[in-house]
Structure formats: structure tokens, C-alpha cells
């Protein structure tokens, strides 16, 4: 993602509504989401960082969009470590029939 001056230093945009700077940007929504995943590495990485660090606003949007994950990830996080039952497992391994 090139860093300009402008994403390094702006905040929102004064759109008449809470438009965030993600939101306002898809090229900043794509990075966003690759750091977020873990998929951003060297250079672009690099980058991406500096930027957190001189935008208090990025970086407090990103730090709310990582909490939300977070939170997302947990739910039925229980159920899903359930083991299934055999009953169930027997029904999807027979045949269907047409």
C-alpha cells in the first residue's frame, strides 16, 4: 500500500456522518484487512505500521476492528469444539437417495 502524506496525517473526512478512514478508502480497506489476517509481511508490512504509528486515528480504528474480531472468533467457539455426534456422522456417510 503507498503511504502518502495525506493518509499519514488526516483523520476522516468531515462527510456530515462518523465515515470512518477505512471506509473512505479501498485500497486502506484491503490493507487493513490483509494486516488484520496476518497477511501483510516485510516491506508492506513495514509500511503499514509506520502508518498506525502516525495515525491515531487509523490506529485506533484498526485496534476497535481487531477487537471486534476477536470477539467474533469466540463465538461458538464451545460448539464448535464439540465432537460430533456418531448418529450424525453415520446419517451424512450413507448414499442418498434420488
Known sequence: MPITEKT??????DTGSAASLVSQDEQLAATVSAYLDGELTGQ??????ALLRCNEA?????A????IDHQLTG???DILAEP???ALLE???RPQRQ
Open 64 to 67: 476497535e476492528m481487531r477487537r
Open 58 to 62: 487509523l490506529s485506533r480504528e484498526v
Open 75 to 77: 463465538i461458538g467457539a
Open 84 to 86: 460430533i455426534p456418531d
Open 44 to 49: 508492506e508490512l513495514a509500511e503499514f505500521e
Open 8 to 13: 499519514r496525517t488526516e483523520g476522516p473526512k
Open 91 to 93: 446419517a451424512l456417510s
